[in-house]
């Protein structure tokens, strides 16, 4: 699997594009559609998946689903557990925090995560915006220390990080 990050929109935004076998999976279109077609090309789009429902990573998505009439994923219409979309299959864990309905997408034979905002490089999503809990941060957090130090990271905004770094030097593990 071959992994794309876009950095879009005013908030610089990560959209991931994930290409296998001339398909894709388009997690977080946060703007600029015609960039993300662009990168798409002539690649079949499996679905879209959205880690959480704030306006920096969905403003791309109703363009993006007229025009590649694909489903679209999230905390409301996929379950935790071991979930298959295409050509894409992928473990989705419940991490509310930043918002009640993130999901981290996680693919373990590739060793990576797709965390939205709740986790960056040495920090972690804000909890005092509609939807954050500072409780709710702290659960998730613990769940996510149980994987293994090497999975990638690869966060909502910024750069990507490994697990075991932010185990490290994260003060919020």
């Known amino acids: 699997m071959k992994i ?24 977080d279109p946060g703007e600029e559609a015609h960039k993300i077609i662009e990168h798409i090309g002539n690649d079949m789009v499996d679905g879209i998946v959205i880690t959480h429902h704030h306006f920096d ?15 679209v994923y999230d905390f409301y219409n996929l379950k935790e557990g071991i979930q298959t979309i295409g050509h894409f ?11 009640e309905d993130l999901i981290t997408l996680i693919f373990p034979h590739e060793k ?15 909890t005092d915006l509609e939807g954050g809990n500072h409780l709710d941060m702290y659960s998730s957090l613990e769940k996510i220390k149980k994987y293994d130090d090497n999975y990638i990271i690869y966060p909502g ?16 593990f």
């Open 57 to 71: 990573h969905v403003g791309a998505l109703e363009e993006l689903k007229e025009k590649y009439s694909v489903p």
């Open 157 to 172: 905004h910024g750069e990507n990080t490994t697990l075991g770094e932010e185990k490290k030097y994260n003060p919020y």
């Open 4 to 27: 794309e990050r876009l950095v879009v929109g005013p908030i610089e935004t990560n959209c991931y594009l994930l290409h296998k076998e001339k398909h894709v999976l388009v997690i």
């Open 112 to 126: 990576v995560m797709f965390v939205g905002d709740f986790i960056f490089k040495r920090s972690i999503g804000r």
């Open 89 to 99: 299959t992928f473990h989705v864990l419940y991490t509310p925090g930043h918002k």
